[in-house]
């Protein structure tokens, strides 16, 4: 299962092509004649999802995509790579329309070697990186020009990657990957990490193993960069300092865990998280537990800026029927709760299991998209523990409680320099209202890259929390941020912070007239306050979209626990109207 949210609130889910038919026709007249499973294909293997209407229709992919790679570029195309026989040298483009014509097109050109179970990540420049795969201790470009010393070579040699790789299990496949403000690459396989300098190909920084367990698939844990928070520049001009990063770590298994997983015998997952500030002088691990043991969790930035943790086993690995005793309920984590025994909540249950192959994704109205496990070598529906499952849910954070709806606020304008195009350095204010006065309150503004979504890691995923120049209160209930500055790389800044689909804010991000969508504003328990956030989608020529939250904190509205906060719709038990099944093989 792979998951993209895309600008025009459409997900593109796809899976892999060689077990057959499915059970949803392509449009008259198309069919794959290319397949190793049959010689006609004529059903769909990949969908385009309409939350809005709660509709899809089918998507035709040429070749295998399974365990594949992507990253959405600045003009909001999805860019897909790799996969499975046929495919894993492909290199596919989807590109959204408001209409019901776009498919997935794949190109002549193609990656430079086999890519399965790698990474991808955009750059500075838009372009992306591939790194990895299964015996593919390398990395490469697209377009393969891209930086200035691939010119001469298509592919560069990591060894890190061969280092990382366990005898018989591997366990550094999918590596986590994340752009830092110097335009380096953090790279974490395995136990390891350090950070790449790709454009020269050298390593600038090793950092401490990760106490405990294995982290990569398939002792599979999962991973953030945790939000980067802006600050303000100095009073003489000078650019705002580089901010923090820290990455968090959470889940996996032990080594041979794999092995004995494959002869039935399913070893404890792993409980810690582990911490590590990336731009500290000498950065450590700090590692802490969650309330619950985890192997193949998704982690999930959400606009407060905490981690949700969901889906997953409590034993065994990754693979074909190698994990038992799934993790039904979510975790909520708040990384800047002070007290350590506080970080971590317990969230309400579904009563789907997602194992092998499931993914989320968070949408831009809060909620978080949920689908998909299969821990099976071919789709099983009947007679085995854990069924293939076709269903897609939506879990609602605790912060869509509609208990809260009276604090919720609405958006009234969007002011917006001339030609409403935000550049460097340069400032925009939104004007809202709220339903109860607000006395005192602590205003949040952050803007959420979505991530391509597959085996428990979302690439590009990417929080900025903006720096608020100012707030004013309007009247009882009317407030406004004068000044919300958006600070990027470029010539008078030195440091990158958004990339990927906010990377429509690098060159220009157009605002004013085309705010042609506000999202529902919401609240969240969070530590000793809550906030309540309000989406809206900007776009930029119909391509690149972010979506912007503000938050407003109320100290008088101190929640003891959240442990009953948070709601499940869809799925195959819910008395809601359901989100429609997936319709992949029934063979």
């Known amino acids: 299962m792979h998951m993209q949210l895309l600008y025009n609130n459409k997900v593109v889910i796809f899976d892999r092509t060689d077990f057959g038919v499915s059970n949803l026709n392509l449009p008259a007249g198309k069919c794959r004649y290319n397949d190793e499973a049959i010689k006609e294909d004529c059903t769909a293997h990949s969908l385009l999802y309409d939350v809005d209407s709660n509709t899809y229709r089918p998507l035709m992919v040429q070749t295998d995509v399974w365990c594949s790679s992507g ?80 010119q001469n070579n298509s592919v560069f040699y990591f060894n890190f990657l061969k280092e990382t790789t366990d005898r018989k299990e591997e366990n550094n496949l999918y590596p986590f990957l994340y752009l830092l403000p110097d335009g380096n690459l953090f790279v974490f396989a395995n136990q390891r990490s350090v950070i790449l300098d790709y454009v020269n190909n050298k390593i600038v920084k090793e950092f401490p193993i990760i106490p405990g367990e294995k982290r990569s698939y398939p002792a599979t844990g999962s991973s953030v960069m945790l939000p980067l928070r802006l600050s303000a520049g100095g009073a003489d001009g000078t650019p705002p300092p580089s901010p923090e990063v820290e990455v968090l770590v959470c889940g996996g298994a032990k080594g041979g865990a794999y092995v004995k997983a494959l002869k039935g015998t399913y070893v404890a997952a792993s409980k810690s998280c582990g911490r590590l500030k990336v731009t500290d002088p000498d950065p450590q691990w700090v590692m802490e537990d969650m309330p619950m043991r985890r192997v193949m969790p998704d982690s999930l930035l ?75 070598i071919k789709y099983n529906f009947s007679g085995v523990t854990y069924p293939t499952e076709l269903s897609l849910e939506a879990f609602s954070p605790p912060y869509l409680d509609p208990e809260f709806g009276l604090i919720r606020p609405s958006i009234l304008s969007i002011e917006a320099p001339a030609h409403y195009v935000i550049s460097y350095g340069e400032e925009f204010s939104v004007t809202f209202t709220l339903g109860l006065y607000q006395a005192d309150g602590e205003f949040m503004v952050t803007i959420v890259a979505p991530s391509f979504a597959t085996h428990s890691f979302g690439m590009n995923q990417r929080l900025l929390e903006l720096y608020i120049v100012a707030v004013q209160q309007l009247s009882a209930f009317a407030y406004k941020h004068p000044a919300v500055e958006i600070e990027f790389k470029h010539k008078r800044v030195d440091y990158v912070l958004a990339v990927g689909i906010v990377v429509g804010f690098l060159a220009e991000a157009m605002i004013g007239d085309i705010f042609v969508e506000v999202v529902e504003m919401w609240l969240k328990p969070a530590g000793d306050a809550s906030h309540h956030h309000l989406g809206v989608g900007l ?49």
């Not at 990656?111 to 201790?137: C, E, M």
């Not at 904190?553 to 626990?561: D, G, K, T, V, Y």
């Open 71 to 150: 990253a959405v570029i600045p003009d909001g195309t999805l860019v897909q790579t790799g996969g499975y026989l046929a495919g894993d040298h492909k290199i596919r483009l989807f590109t959204p329309l408001n209409d019901d014509q776009c498919d997935w097109i794949e190109l002549e050109q193609s990656l430079t070697i086999q890519r399965w179970y790698a990474s991808d990540h955009i750059l500075p420049d838009g372009n992306v990186i591939i790194v990895g795969g299964r015996k593919a201790f390398s990395y490469e470009f697209f377009p393969k020009d891209s930086i200035e010393n691939s």
């Open 302 to 376: 959400l606009p407060t800026g905490d981690v949700l943790i969901l889906n997953g086993a409590g034993k065994g690995t990754a693979g074909w029927e190698c994990a038992v005793g799934p993790v039904l309920n979510p975790i909520l984590y708040i990384p800047n709760e002070p007290e350590s025994s506080k970080r971590f909540s317990v969230l309400n249950p579904t009563t789907i299991p997602r194992l092998y192959h499931s993914a989320a994704t968070l949408l831009p109205d809060g909620r978080i998209l949920v689908g998909g496990s299969n821990p099976h």
């Open 539 to 587: 776009r930029r020529d119909g391509s690149a979209e972010v979506v912007l939250y503000i938050s407003v904190q109320r100290e008088e509205m101190a929640l003891e626990s959240v442990g009953r906060w948070g709601g499940w719709e869809g799925g195959e038990s819910s008395k809601s109207p359901k989100i429609p099944e997936l319709p992949i093989d029934r063979d």
